[in-house]
């Protein structure tokens, strides 16, 4: 316990102090420590992006950054999307439109798709192809995570119209 440092930082909207190794990666404590099992261990080299969460606005891959860098960061992971009990669009999209087959690739898509559409509310197909290519999934072919995506930036583009 002597050589842990306690890390603070804002996990979907909660403040947590977790205390972590220096060396410890922010996977393994979200997934262990924390019990966010939502984004996934994959290749635990940045190349599958199942791990994908989004710091302070920005899609990282928690298999590669240590926690100690989230320090008074805001965090969003896949668990964090759903709103008082309501799925965000892009799940429910992904849902609809059948964007996932095994699911094991899911919550890195939704996380990244999250940013884009933060990012870009109206990206057309090769955007989305573009922003998702560093996520990689080995049963839908992408076609319905596109079509899952426009889906749900429609969505939220209807919804924002009828909130104004």
Excluded at 67 to 86: D, F, I, P, S
């Amino acid at each position: 316990m002597a050589n842990k440092q306690l890390v603070a930082f804002s996990l979907n909207g909660k403040d947590v102090d977790v205390a972590v190794e220096p060396r410890e990666l922010l996977i393994h404590t979200l997934r262990e420590r924390l019990l966010h099992t939502g984004p996934h261990i994959g290749c635990e080299t940045s190349h599958c992006g199942a791990c994908t969460v989004d710091v302070n606005g920005m899609s990282v891959k928690s298999c590669t950054m240590l926690t100690v860098q989230c320090e008074g960061a805001r965090m969003v992971t896949v668990e964090g999307l759903e709103q008082n009990g309501v799925l965000h669009a892009l799940q429910q999209a992904f849902h609809e439109e059948h964007g996932l087959q095994c699911g094991y690739c899911t919550p890195g898509m939704l996380t990244r798709a999250y940013r884009l559409l933060q990012e870009n509310p109206n990206p057309n197909e090769e955007e989305i192809r573009y922003w998702i290519s560093g996520n990689l999934c080995r049963c839908t072919g992408y076609q319905n995570i596109v079509k899952a995506v426009q889906s749900a930036a429609q969505k939220l583009a209807t919804a924002q119209l009828e909130g104004a």
